[in-house]
């Protein structure tokens, strides 16, 4: 089955730039998404089609994808920012996920 | 808004089943498939597939395929997840989420299931 594998975790100091890579065999050809989720919450989109920024999402989300990795970027990290980060593409009619990454600013 | 409303926690026994629902709103149900998601604690998101509320087509995870359902009602914008011959691996938070173009957007409040 295809996988996809994040950092279990990133630190970044406020105002500092995170980054946080999703890689993975079938990431070559396919769009990959990006979630939010902050404890007891839902998860929340924030990037879509690599690099694209849902109505709302806050301009210091980035999304930019080569080869088999993509990554989210927060620039300007703000407290407000540290949760779980899970990407997601598809594998034929397949949801993948990778397992999330936490994102801890401090 | 467009928002998707779910069914309260649940407890169930194991060896048994449970339903959650998923009501639609504000938005043509038709037009768009709902994945299903799951989430045990402190784990990350495992998705088990999806249906097209506009037809019989469903899609399942190879992990749950012959112990799930997904079906809907379209007179009432609600989309359903069954989950049989439940174990203490099956305790988690299911959500359910609106497919757009492959995303997933809004999701459910999610629904805790504990076994």
């Known amino acids: 089955s295809a996988d996809l594998t994040q950092p279990p975790s990133v630190s970044v100091s406020p105002g500092q730039t995170a980054s946080i890579a999703c890689s993975g065999d079938?990431?070559?050809?396919?769009?990959v998404f990006w979630y939010q989720q902050k404890p007891g919450q839902s998860p929340l989109l924030v990037i879509y089609?690599?690099?694209k920024r849902p109505s709302g999402i806050p301009e210091r989300f980035s999304g930019s994808s080569s080869g088999n990795t993509a990554t989210l970027t927060i620039s300007g990290t703000q407290v407000m920012d540290e949760a779980d980060y899970y990407c997601?593409?598809?594998?034929?009619?397949?949801?993948?996920f990778g397992g999330g990454t936490h994102l801890t600013v401090l | 808004q467009v928002q998707l409303l779910q069914s309260g926690a649940e407890m169930k026994e194991p060896g048994g089943s449970v339903k959650v629902s998923c009501k639609a709103s504000?938005?043509?149900?038709?037009?768009?498939?709902i994945n299903w998601v799951r989430q045990a604690s402190g784990q990350g998101l495992e998705w088990m597939g999806w249906?097209?509320?506009?037809?019989?087509?469903?899609v399942y995870a190879q992990k749950f395929q012959g112990r799930v359902t997904m079906t809907r009602n379209t007179s009432i914008n609600t989309a359903y997840l069954e989950l049989r011959r439940l174990t203490s691996e099956d305790t988690a938070v299911y959500y359910c989420?609106?497919?757009?173009?492959?995303?997933?957007?809004?999701w459910g409040q999610g629904t805790l299931v504990t076994v």
């Open positions: 079938i990431l070559g050809n396919r769009f």
């Open positions: 089609q690599d690099t």
């Open positions: 997601q593409a598809w594998d034929s009619s397949t949801a993948v």
């Open positions: 504000g938005y043509t149900f038709a037009s768009h498939d």
């Open positions: 249906m097209s509320p506009n037809s019989d087509n469903t």
């Open positions: 989420a609106r497919e757009t173009n492959n995303w997933f957007d809004p």
